[in-house]
DNA sequence: CCGTCACTTTCACCCAATGGAAGTCCTTCC
DNA sequence: GGAAGGACTTCCATTGGGTGAAAGTGACGG
């Protein structure tokens, strides 16, 4: 009876990673039943699947019967090298700079068309921001993303402001040509500001790890409640701690490889 | 012949889950070879699987050959909600502490024997410490271990106590007797302290995350150089901000569920 | 008491995963 | 230069593990 549907049939081990991306932001805990709706598998089979990830601690199960992301899926995901090595360097200049501003301190790096924010750290006093660690965010309407786009390549901005540019406020960006001339003048001064773009009453400074490897790359940005002014006054602390972060990337390269002979 | 040789022939799924378990702090990045022998799966089958891991995301593969975990198992791996909402409500708190002690402040839940370290905030003048996020320590020689174990039923800690306790520095208490005798002072002052018992020059306080929920249990701790003596000093802010967190855990758990409409 | 819904278990079928073997492409060493 | 070794990739006949329809369980609730 011809089960073939459309679909090609994914592989066992697929199936089990399309169990895991059945999760996201606002979906975050799973029963069995949304995950097969979720998954287009059949119930039996997720159940099983699900039972082994459980196993393994890819994924866990509640009293209630919810599923979530496990604990040693989550540990193993530490040592991805965007949350070990950039993280973990990048943390310290972050703190220093959350030091200063007491403000919302944001580490992403570019992937796909969107900003992921790899760091973020806010304390009681910053003002509150729609970004999430994990999160991904367009490029045209936060600051990280801009600085991002601004030094990506030409073939690639293109086709990034090709595609329709979603609005978020009044002020988002969303016109081709005015995209363009932004990036430019991003690139000019070396640094990516945003007024509103993305939230009302919250504005960003944001710089482009500088990198020669083809490491990942990174930017560092700074959101503030708009009533503040003095936005480039953070530039030169923003500068010197993208610079660091970068100059140690690029040192942690070479030791971390087999090396250059 | 007889290729069955001892395991009882893991799934194909759990065999992906094997390479995604092959990963360490140690190595995290691995040759084709090196993840068939870390697996002991043959060669053709962890190539095989591998691509598809990459092809999803879980797993990435740079231009030497070397495997690493991939942005989109991490991307995932950000829902667990250990990550999540445990983090998420934890670091303002954490960032608090931070900017009054400018230490290292750690978040950890307690997980098997070990304390899984959730969370870690250091600077630059913070002391270096073994700790990462993702890292595993024992309960007995670190300030959130000691923490947790002080509430852990007498069960788990009579056999925590039963195995032999490695010993990291000479102050290390590696005898049971003392452990228990340890414990008991914890629990009736309410917090840890350690004494270089992890790594000569630090010592710490701890205190565990008050919950009345069955939550994950969690304990936040400050990691200071050893010739500071007034550590007593800290008890109240730190015990403030684990209570502060422990509420507001509480609270989301009644509002986590499918939202407010 | 019975219908509904969510989950769990079963099991005969069959095809996708398997892995030995052979092929390719390096690097190394004589 | 070329032979030997090592790391990775591809091939393909075999087969046992995965599959999912169907039946079973059990918890509501009307």
Redesign the pocket.
């Known amino acids: 009876m011809a089960?073939?549907s459309d679909v090609p049939?994914?592989?066992?081990?697929?199936?089990a990673l399309s169990l895991l991306g059945a999760f996201d932001a606002t979906h975050p805990r799973l029963?069995?039943?949304?995950l097969?709706r979720r998954t287009d598998?059949?119930?039996?089979?997720v159940?099983?699947?699900?039972?082994e990830l459980v196993s393994w601690g890819a994924l866990e199960?509640d009293a209630t019967?919810?599923y979530s992301i496990g604990l040693r899926l989550w540990e193993a995901a530490t040592l991805a090298p965007v949350a070990g090595r950039l993280r973990e360097i990048a943390l310290p200049f972050m703190q220093d700079l959350y030091e200063t501003t007491r403000e919302n301190v944001h580490l992403a790096v570019h992937d796909g068309f969107d900003a992921l924010y790899v760091e973020k750290l806010s304390g009681h006093r910053s003002v509150p921001v729609v970004s999430r660690i994990g999160a991904r965010l367009p490029m045209h309407s936060t600051g990280v993303g801009k600085a991002l786009l601004a030094r990506a390549d030409a073939a690639f901005v293109r086709s990034y402001a090709e595609r329709p540019l979603p609005r978020f406020t009044r002020y988002t960006i969303t016109e081709r040509a005015r995209l363009l001339r932004e990036l430019r003048a991003t690139a000019e001064r070396g640094y990516a500001l945003t007024n509103e773009e993305m939230t009302l009453g919250s504005c960003s400074v944001a710089v482009a790890i500088p990198s020669d490897s083809h490491a990942p790359a990174g930017a560092l940005g700074i959101v503030v409640r708009s009533v503040r002014t003095d936005l480039h006054r953070l530039v030169p602390d923003l500068r010197a701690a993208a610079e660091a972060i970068g100059r140690k990337l690029d040192e942690a390269v070479d030791g971390t490889q087999p090396g250059r002979?």
Not at 31 to 34: G, M
Not at 41 to 45: A, Q
Not at 47 to 51: D, G, S, W, Y
């Open positions: 089960v073939n049939r994914r592989s066992t081990a697929g199936r029963k069995l039943t949304e097969a598998l059949p119930l039996p089979t159940h099983r699947l699900a039972a199960r019967g919810h002979a």
